[in-house]
């Protein structure tokens, strides 16, 4: 068999393994092309951040496969079992790679691809082992046969193994000079622009003099019970996020909104209703008058155009969800990710208990946002308890899973405030409209990993499907 694979590696040099069967398991190997097709690219990502290439697979069968995919990966091309059977057949190297037929065969033998960093784990393994076997039996061969001097023997020899070890490590870790310079670049920007926002808006002043804006590589938690607004409020942020104040020198960011819930036109008419201060709730319900067609086609022609794109898919995975950031941000960088809500992307493994599935969710969003060094804004449910208790909600109600909370770099959590609170505040019931329609709310910023946590009270007009500072009332409610 080892001299079959040697026959193989065509113009490539064969491996010296001596006589016995080289490490390796095929069945990892077939795992992991097969994820490698069905996730539309997550896999690949994962095993380039490895450095994991064709040589990697000990099978030429799949190391064709694999190279087929890795160029459409390259090409920022869809990596599927269509486009990689294509990619051999045009390159003559179909039936070499044992056809459409094996690769359909594999495919089929993956109903999920959770255990693809298990399978890119065997493959990487047995290949190290094969690569120590080969410089072993060659470093033997070469101190049989030594003629030159022993120190240089000793010198290839090291080197060779070196080689192995330092491709099995991966390159993530940096000097300190990068992250210094981009630290005082910072520092230089804080300076020169004084207290202004420095990332991402949020649109609300109290809660950016807290977080100076959502950063790059930060996961942002905005969690609340159901009907207290989180769609509105994370709506207030892209809108933020689009419409930079004019004095700020930012240009409108660049937002993919994933919705599992509600349909995209129903969200844009949120963001209409909001930008031109219409009353949704007496727009379905009368005919508008002249005044309000206007504001709302004014609002309209404000939205066209802008780098908005909105997935109203639901029944994501998180693979496919990332899969599909890959994709937009490398057509054109993307600067802000929203993901409505947590609790309704599938699991890889629906097998697993539901908290160990949202935790893989939570894990991977915080991935996200380091990959693409964008913040990522997730909408999460609280469960019942603080209801049930009668108390403030906080970061353990977070509905299935305690992983969020510490994956988090930030999270907001809306509330109704206490009686005592509305009482000391000179409000009304936290439940009871003012008469602009506006209900009080309190934001917890429960967690802040680079800042201070402060609660900062708000007003909810879910007329407007919109939250405002309560110094700042809206101009018109209808």
């Given at each position: 068999m080892a001299e079959k694979y040697q026959k193989r590696n065509r113009k490539e040099a064969a491996p010296n393994y001596g006589d016995r069967v080289p490490p390796h398991n095929l069945d990892a190997e077939r795992g992991l092309i097969a994820s490698v097709l069905i996730d539309g690219g997550e896999t690949m990502q994962r095993c380039q951040s490895e450095k994991v290439g064709k040589e990697y697979f000990f099978d030429p069968k799949h190391q064709d496969i694999f190279a087929a995919a890795e160029k459409l990966s390259k090409e920022n091309s869809g990596i599927d079992e269509i486009t990689v059977t294509d990619r051999l057949r045009r390159e003559g190297l179909l039936e070499s790679a044992g056809g459409a037929t094996y690769i359909n065969e594999i495919t089929g033998l993956v109903a999920s691809t959770a255990h693809a960093p298990h399978w890119l784990q065997i493959v990487r393994e047995k290949h190290f082992l094969r690569c120590l076997i080969s410089t072993a039996v060659t470093t033997v061969e070469k101190a049989h046969a030594h003629s030159d001097d022993i120190q240089r023997l000793l010198e290839d020899v090291e080197q060779a193994f070196f080689k192995i070890s330092e491709d099995r490590v991966s390159d993530s870790a940096v000097k300190i000079d990068k992250p210094i310079d981009e630290a005082m670049e910072m520092v230089q920007r804080i300076i020169r622009d004084g207290r202004s926002v420095q990332g991402i808006p949020s649109g609300f002043i109290e809660l950016d003099q807290l977080t100076f804006g959502f950063q790059?590589?930060?996961?942002?938690?905005?969690?609340?019970?159901?009907?207290?607004?989180?769609?509105?409020?994370?709506?207030?942020?892209?809108?933020?996020?689009?419409?930079?104040?004019?004095?700020?020198?930012?240009?409108?960011?660049?937002?993919?909104?994933?919705?599992?819930?509600?349909?995209?036109?129903?969200?844009?008419?949120?963001?209409?209703?909001?930008?031109?201060?219409?009353?949704?709730?007496?727009?379905?319900?009368?005919?508008?008058?002249?005044?309000?067609?206007?504001?709302?086609?004014?609002?309209?022609?404000?939205?066209?155009?802008?780098?908005?794109?909105?997935?109203?898919?639901?029944?994501?995975?998180?693979?496919?969800?990332?899969?599909?950031?890959?994709?937009?941000?490398?057509?054109?960088?993307?600067?802000?990710?929203?993901?409505?809500?947590?609790?309704?992307?599938?699991?890889?493994?629906?097998?697993?208990?539901?908290?160990?599935?949202?935790?893989?969710?939570?894990?991977?969003?915080?991935?996200?946002?380091?990959?693409?060094?964008?913040?990522?804004?997730?909408?999460?449910?609280?469960?019942?308890?603080?209801?049930?208790?009668?108390?403030?909600?906080?970061?353990?109600?977070?509905?299935?899973?305690?992983?969020?909370?510490?994956?988090?770099?930030?999270?907001?959590?809306?509330?109704?405030?206490?009686?005592?609170?509305?009482?000391?505040?000179?409000?009304?019931?936290?439940?009871?409209?003012?008469?602009?329609?506006?209900?009080?709310?309190?934001?917890?910023?429960?967690?802040?990993?680079?800042?201070?946590?402060?609660?900062?009270?708000?007003?909810?007009?879910?007329?407007?499907?919109?939250?405002?500072?309560?110094?700042?009332?809206?101009?018109?409610?209808?």
């Open positions: 790059g590589g930060q996961m942002v938690i905005v969690a609340a019970r159901p009907g207290m607004g989180k769609t509105s409020i994370a709506l207030n942020f892209i809108e933020a996020a689009l419409f930079p104040k004019p004095n700020s020198n930012k240009v409108p960011a660049n937002v993919l909104l994933f919705s599992l819930e509600m349909p995209a036109r129903e969200l844009a008419l949120r963001l209409l209703c909001s930008r031109a201060r219409v009353n949704m709730q007496k727009l379905r319900s009368a005919h508008p008058d002249h005044q309000t067609q206007v504001d709302l086609v004014t609002a309209a022609n404000e939205y066209r155009g802008l780098p908005l794109t909105v997935d109203d898919n639901g029944g994501q995975t998180i693979l496919e969800i990332r899969a599909k950031c890959r994709r937009m941000h490398a057509q054109r960088k993307l600067d802000l990710i929203v993901i409505d809500y947590i609790q309704l992307i599938n699991g890889l493994d629906s097998s697993l208990p539901r908290e160990q599935q949202i935790a893989e969710v939570s894990r991977s969003i915080k991935a996200m946002a380091k990959e693409f060094n964008v913040p990522v804004i997730a909408l999460a449910q609280l469960n019942r308890k603080s209801e049930d208790e009668g108390r403030q909600p906080k970061m353990s109600d977070l509905r299935e899973s305690g992983s969020i909370e510490q994956d988090a770099d930030i999270v907001m959590i809306i509330s109704r405030p206490t009686a005592s609170q509305s009482k000391a505040a000179g409000e009304g019931d936290a439940e009871t409209s003012d008469g602009s329609g506006c209900y009080h709310r309190q934001l917890i910023v429960a967690k802040n990993r680079n800042g201070p946590t402060h609660d900062i009270n708000l007003q909810w007009n879910p007329g407007l499907t919109r939250f405002d500072t309560p110094a700042r009332e809206s101009s018109r409610d209808e």
